[in-house]
């Protein structure tokens, strides 16, 4: 009797362990599906930018695409056909989208500039390079902050399926569609949890990307190491967290709304299973995603400007302080007004639609093509 109890709990045992390592590889495998669609949708944006430049300057984009397969053979690989003429092509309209938030950009404080008068004043002031200022915090972040929100968020809406269904089964029936209210909270959650883990990088990026370099093109923070370095030497270790407040309250409602709206489509427009098959999933998500990623950032930005505000104060160069959240959006409203917390807005819808479409394409279709293997 008692070797039979033995051999009973001995065979449980091996069953959760089994259960374990599989949760933990398919964990692993979705972490590095979604850091890889990060990568990716980095890369893809060069198109979406070249087909903007190409309207500005009445340029063919056919012909800009046989510049391109004449001498690259890149789209043999992914299907993006310009894509290596510049991997990080969107960081320019983001440096100026950031210095549109902050204010920081040699005008008068907080002053009000255009699109090309940034532009202009970032050539000059620190040449063709000050473009892509913060680039490599941005790619640096990109990959463990996006490896976490998509892993992450599958794990939450499983938790959240069985215990809204009651069983990881009925779940799984229900191919784990659930309710607004649940694809938001777990997309919340997914936010908060990669944000927390990502911040310094956030806060390294926003400080090299949303202030311009002083007279002679003198630079207040000269890459990562440095910035990070310079902002605990002369602020303390705490300051690297500085903004990480409206960054959380704010990573909540925008990943909620990017998977909220993202699994409130699919519940309105279900799976055909008769015509299913993995160009039409990963349609679905690329369509999907691009619709959660323009209502995420249209409901969010104004907040995303307030932590930008509260990330540079303190910094080099930077006389604005703030006693908190709540005063920096009350004194900034008091002094221009609500127009202010939407500067940059549509550069962001431009760079945001896109890159989130292919977020959730990319991911959707390196799950498909890795299972199996972990």
């Keep these: 009797m008692s070797s039979a109890a033995s051999s009973s709990n001995l065979q449980r045992k091996q069953t959760v362990a089994a259960q374990a390592a599989h949760g933990a590889a398919e964990m692993t495998r979705r972490m590095i599906c979604g850091g890889l669609a990060g990568m990716i949708a980095k890369v893809s944006n060069v198109f979406h930018l070249m087909n903007l430049f190409a309207g500005y300057f009445d340029v063919s984009m056919r012909s800009m695409n046989s510049i391109c397969a004449s001498t690259l053979t890149f789209s043999e690989v992914l299907p993006f056909r310009c894509d290596p003429v510049v991997v990080t092509a969107t960081n320019p309209l983001d440096r100026i989208r950031m210095l549109s938030q902050t204010g920081e950009h040699g005008s008068a404080s907080g002053a009000k500039a255009s699109s090309l008068q940034l532009y202009r004043s970032i050539i000059r002031n620190e040449g063709i390079m000050g473009l892509w200022a913060g680039n490599g915090a941005n790619l640096l972040r990109v990959f463990p902050a996006k490896s976490i929100v998509f892993s992450s968020n599958d794990f939450y809406r499983g938790c959240c399926g069985y215990l809204y269904y009651g069983s990881s089964q009925k779940n799984s029936e229900q191919s784990g569609s659930l309710p607004l209210f649940l694809s938001f909270l777990s997309g919340g959650l997914a936010g908060i949890t990669a944000t927390a883990a990502t911040y310094p990088l956030d806060l390294a990026r926003g400080r090299i990307t949303g202030k311009l370099a002083g007279p002679g093109g003198k630079k207040y923070y000269k890459g990562i190491a440095n910035t990070m370095i310079v902002t605990v030497r002369e602020e303390g270790f705490k300051a690297l967290y500085k903004g990480i407040t409206p960054t959380l309250l704010g990573a909540m409602p925008y990943e909620g709304i990017k998977f909220g709206t993202v699994g409130i489509l699919e519940r309105i427009f279900p799976k055909d299973h008769d015509t299913e098959s993995k160009s039409y999933n990963v349609t679905r998500k690329l369509i999907f995603g691009g619709a959660g990623g323009v209502m ?47 500067r940059g807005g549509g550069l962001n819808i431009v760079r945001m639609a896109p890159n989130t479409a292919i977020q959730f394409g990319s991911y959707e279709l390196l799950k498909q093509l890795s299972a199996g293997y972990f």
């Design 296 to 342: 995420a950032s249209l409901i969010t930005y104004p907040n995303d400007t307030v932590r930008r505000l509260l990330q540079l104060q303190g910094s080099k160069g930077t006389t604005e302080h703030f006693e908190g959240y709540w005063d920096c959006v009350r004194k900034t409203y008091g002094k221009y007004g609500i127009e202010r917390f939407y």
